[in-house]
């Protein structure tokens, strides 16, 4: 009898797993069940297709339920959400959508990937037709027609996260004016102070409204279903469009039918097999949490990277393999108007958090040879453990090249390299590119002075 393998879940993750399974063992039965229409699809493009630098919405769908089923022989099922586990019968009990009726599939294995859903302020008004979050394809899309349809003029974004800096841009892009409240007195919590006052200047130069300190305490609407104004503890914005970029977290209510065991943050945790506490019963993507390699703690870290490579994990070993997926460091960037900014393991917090006396040092360098066309300043801030001289942590912010080298730091820190080992590193030296010392070395050599108490 033929192995059958079902996926929980058809975004990052779930295919992922679907497909690697079904390489690992080709005689397999593998079926993917997904609640919504599309599958595969980029939540991070979501923005740059509503801004307009991405025009064409079929490229933001890569595999369609008919493709994944011809080039990678996985079974599709759209419009079937799953609502129980019967884990001691080897079962899952889905709604097919469509023909408003139960369903059951048995499964040898089983990956859940079932994703992570927004957080909401939990207001009245919150549903109106011209509230949006930006967690789908059907998001995206839904946004786009508004603007082109009703041609809004004014926007209010809530949250200033990663999600919060990119529908900024896409929304001044597309020709409104923008607002951004905040609850906090900067922007991206997680980056340094220097990172986070730059990111408000950026916003500024683009000239979109920052405001600090802001807790929404309710919506007006006009009696026909928009919101025209939020009111806030500090004051009152009109608002044609309202983009809520809250944040997300794991989607686990399917999880807990079978008892599976959540973390801290309320997501799945699993061994580095992407096993649960349940036999035959694996996970993966954003409805899990993540063991960070840095300081060994788990974190919840929603990336389409790190969900795609537990999917693998999960995929293979459901199918007879032996793969491991150790953690991650965390690394994310995001491109805000005229600079990009990166921030790779540890913030300076984190690190304090976790028992380690950091040390922070902060220097800007020039992304090319000063004279050449085009160079632009970089500022880099490295935390590092003053006990071992090793690099924890580091934000990367400026013009063009400064995520690139934040790939450099992040490659640095998955393989514990001190900063002495860091200002050593063999790094290109060409006036297009890079000046004779990388501002990464630069950066390393003066948080390795600053660490042995010599000047710089």
Known sequence: ??????????????????????????????????????????????????????????????????????????????????????????????????????????????????????????????????????????????????????????????????????????????????????????????????????????????????????????????????????????????????????????????????RLSVGKFGGLTTNPKQETNVDGIYAAGDCCEVKNIVNNKWMYVPLATYASRQGWVAGENAAGGRATFAGAIRALGVKIFDIEVAHVGLSSKEAEDSGIIPVIEEISGNSRVSYYPGNSTIGIILVADKTTGRLLGANVYGGDGAVLRANTLAAAIQHKLTLEEVAKLDLIYAPPFAPLWDPVLTAARTTAKKMAGRSR
């Open 1 to 258: 009898m033929k192995q059958r393998i079902v996926v929980v879940g058809g975004l990052a993750a779930g295919p992922s797993a679907a497909s690697k399974a079904k390489r690992v063992n080709p005689n397999a039965e593998v079926l993917l069940l997904e609640q919504g229409e599309y599958i595969s699809y980029g939540i991070c493009e979501i923005p740059y297709f509503i801004g307009g630098a991405i025009q064409d919405p079929s490229l933001l769908v890569p595999y369609s339920p008919e493709r994944l089923r011809q080039v990678k022989g996985v079974e599709v099922k759209t419009g079937h959400r799953v609502d129980e586990i019967q884990a001691t019968k080897k079962k899952v009990i889905a709604r097919d959508l469509e023909r408003e009726k139960d369903v059951e599939f048995q499964y040898d294995k089983l990956i859940l990937a079932t994703g992570s859903r927004v957080r909401t302020l939990g207001l009245e008004g919150e549903d109106s037709r011209n509230v949006f979050h930006v967690k789908s394809l059907e998001d995206g899309y839904g946004i786009r027609r508004f603007i082109e349809q009703e041609k809004p003029r004014r926007a209010v974004v809530i949250g200033g996260g990663y999600v919060g800096m990119e529908m900024c841009e896409a929304l001044s892009s597309a020709g409104l004016e923008v607002t951004l409240l905040h609850r906090a007195e900067l922007p991206m919590s997680r980056l340094e102070q220097s990172a986070r006052t730059a990111v408000v200047d950026a916003l500024g130069r683009n000239r979109i409204r920052f405001q600090p300190r802001q807790r929404v305490r309710s919506f007006e609407g006009d009696g026909a279903g928009k919101v025209t104004a939020l009111v806030t503890t500090q004051g009152r914005y009109p608002a044609d469009v309202v983009i809520l970029a809250l944040g997300v977290e794991p989607r686990n209510d399917l999880a807990r039918t079978a």
